[in-house]
């Protein structure tokens, strides 16, 4: 199973960037990705800090892409349960093959007791990335409007 999920910016920002001209798309596309990377930091300290970190390989995934073609930047884990640690999950039960190696890895004999907690509670959300890009948007909008020429200060 495979779950995506997107968070765009605001609708200013969104307006912002249909309206560069061609001129500092180059510009404004850098400027996007310095936050892009910013945003990429943070939400793994967001993770150290809410203590979501085992092996690492959720932190470690975290990853930015970037198109080029267009100002658009893509930022989120490859690990599969990214989006399960992020927003968490109502109670349900999840497959035992896909507990395993954390099972092992935390010296458990089954998986059978973890799902049996999770079927009955979910999992707590610990989001990363939403608070992340939280933190920049401002910065990012200001930034983009300086380059434009908009600045009103």
Not at 143 to 149: D, K, S
Request: glycine fraction near 6%.
């Amino acid at each position: 199973m495979e779950i995506k999920v997107e968070l765009k910016g605001s609708k200013e920002l969104s307006d912002l960037l249909k309206r560069v001209p061609k001129e500092k798309e180059a510009e404004v596309k850098v400027e996007v990705g310095d936050i892009a990377l910013k945003i990429q930091a943070r939400a793994k300290l967001y993770l150290r800090a809410q203590r979501a970190i085992d092996t690492g390989n959720l932190r470690n995934t975290i990853l930015v892409e970037f198109s080029p073609t267009k100002i658009e930047y893509e930022i989120g884990p490859t690990a599969p349960y990214g989006p399960y640690v992020e927003y968490g999950t109502k109670p349900h039960f999840p497959p035992m093959e896909a507990l395993e190696a954390w099972v092992r890895h935390h010296g458990f004999e089954s998986a059978w007791p973890i799902c049996k907690a999770i079927s009955e509670r979910g999992l707590e959300a610990r989001p990363y990335l939403t608070p992340a890009y939280e933190d920049y948007e401002a910065e990012l909008l200001i930034g983009i409007q300086r380059i434009m020429g908009m600045n009103w200060d």
